[in-house]
């Protein structure tokens, strides 16, 4: 396979094992052998062995000269890590005495295929190649009564791949789905994560939705269905949650039409940065588009004269949040800045009634929504564009007006970090002839303000500004 005897991790790994490997008790196997036959990147090179996985990974890591630590006890799954993190050398035991059993035993047909480390045909027992040439995936006998992540993995590997699962294997994901939250929460993100992070992430979406494994992994995104709203919505709120999402993948690629060119090249930077869990801060956006209106249901109700609301949805949301990335056992990180976009994602839609924007009213949006005042200003815009009720056009004209506003403001404060006074507590308090303490502290975030709207620059204004608040406080 050329696309594979060129791929920089199988010649690092090929080197290394050169003359410590019997050649025919290690093979290439599962991701590794089905990317190369989609032509895409090779990243990673899972091995299998005969015998103990340990020493072959050692004799890797030894050679490349990079870090390895086990991955699984239980299946004797170790990894290396090569180029700094750049790619990835998987080692696990055979399981069964012969590759062929190790195949059989795998999750579908099109990563149960394997090519002899020294190099060869590929073995494919399971007709794994004429699977990826008609883009099907097909799950292998016995598949998901042996993992109960691997309903889940369907969707992942559907989604990722572009792959239409067999009618066989959709029964069976539908049959097996609720087992899914058996595996760990870990796994189970892990999962999720790919799904998200794929350019198809709607279509992921709507078939673990049609297939009962959203409902399985995220209830609460399932209990979105039919919760209907009012008149300036045209879709129920899980409708409206998926649209949410392609207007945000809409966005995504057209930064430009809404923020225009300058400020486009510089939120998809932003975007583009690690946040967390392997998500960048655009991928982790995606899913707080999934989560934000998860509040919704909970907070339900219909006043005397026939309009919904949802009063408080924003900070229920948020609680709800929180219980799922702690039940998928996610980094503080990622719960926090999913937990503070959903908490904060009606803000910018209530200040469309104060247009014009003032410098000041920018300031308040920004220390609430701070330290998520990009993300969140970008979600409110497929949120808003993807809300088409009575008004829609007007609403979204306006709303996008403002969010261009706000988000060249949201930029420079992320760049620059939030304003600080310009004359110190210890400072003021001596120029003011009073102690430190709550007082000097109110002065002082006010006279941050005062710094981000120009009303008061240098250390004299300040103090000032700080005179004539006392006395207005006392009058």
């Not at 009618?167 to 069976?172: M, V, Y």
């Not at 595996?183 to 049609?210: K, P, S, Y």
């Not at 008004?391 to 007006?401: M, R, T």
């Amino acid at each position: 396979m050329t696309g594979l005897d060129s791929a920089r991790p199988v010649q690092a790994v090929r080197e290394a094992l050169a003359g410590t490997v019997d050649a025919s008790a290690a093979w290439i196997v599962g991701g590794s052998v089905r990317d190369v036959l989609l032509e895409r990147p090779l990243r990673d090179v899972d091995l299998a062995v005969e015998g103990d996985a340990e020493p072959v990974a050692r004799a890797i890591a030894q050679a490349i000269r990079g870090p390895v630590f086990q991955l699984s006890g239980a299946f004797g799954a170790w990894r290396v890590v090569g180029d700094g993190g750049a790619w990835f050398a998987d080692v696990s035991t055979l399981q069964g005495e012969t590759i062929e059993q190790d195949l059989a035993q795998r999750d579908f047909t099109v990563n149960a295929m394997a090519v002899p480390l020294a190099g060869g045909e590929i073995l494919d027992p399971h007709g794994g190649r004429a699977d990826l040439e008609a883009g099907i995936l097909r799950a292998l006998p016995g598949a998901y009564e042996a993992d109960p992540l691997r309903p889940l993995r369907m969707v992942r590997f559907a989604t990722e791949l572009e792959l239409t699962p067999d009618e066989e294997t959709e029964r069976l994901t539908s049959e097996f789905a609720a087992r899914v939250p058996e595996a760990a929460g870990e796994r189970v993100f892990a999962e999720l994560r790919h799904i998200v992070a794929a350019d198809r992430v709607v279509q992921g979406v709507e078939l673990a939705d049609r297939l009962g494994v959203l409902a399985a992994v995220m209830p609460e995104l399932a209990a979105l269905h039919g919760v209907e709203q009012s008149q300036f919505h045209h879709l129920d709120v899980h409708g409206h949650t998926l649209e949410v999402l392609r207007e945000l993948r809409r966005l995504e690629g057209d930064l430009e039409s809404v923020f225009g060119n300058d400020v486009a090249d510089t939120l998809a930077d932003v975007l583009g940065e690690t946040l967390a869990d392997d998500l960048t801060r655009g991928e982790a956006l995606r899913l707080a588009a999934l989560l934000h209106d998860v509040g919704k249901p909970a907070t339900r109700d219909v006043l005397p004269n026939g309009r919904v609301t949802f009063i408080g949805h924003d900070k229920v949301g948020e609680e709800l949040v929180t219980g799922v990335c702690r039940r998928l056992r996610t980094s503080e990180r990622l719960r926090e800045f999913l937990g503070k976009i959903t908490r904060h994602h009606l803000v910018l839609g209530f200040m469309v009634h104060e247009m014009p924007l003032t410098k000041a009213a920018a300031y308040r949006y920004l220390t609430t929504t701070d330290p998520v005042e990009i993300e969140v200003t970008l979600l409110t815009c497929a949120d808003r564009l993807a809300t088409r009720g009575k008004n829609a056009e007007k609403a979204i004209a306006l709303h996008l007006e403002l969010a261009r506003e706000l988000m060249a403001y949201a930029l420079e404060w992320r760049a620059s970090g939030p304003p600080k006074a310009p004359v110190k507590g210890d400072e003021l308090a001596r120029e003011l002839g009073i102690p430190r303490g709550p007082e000097i502290g109110r002065l002082l975030r006010r006279l941050e303000e005062a710094r981000f709207t120009g009303e008061a620059d240098s250390r004299e204004q300040a103090i000032a500004l700080a005179r004539r608040l006392r006395q207005n406080s006392a009058a």
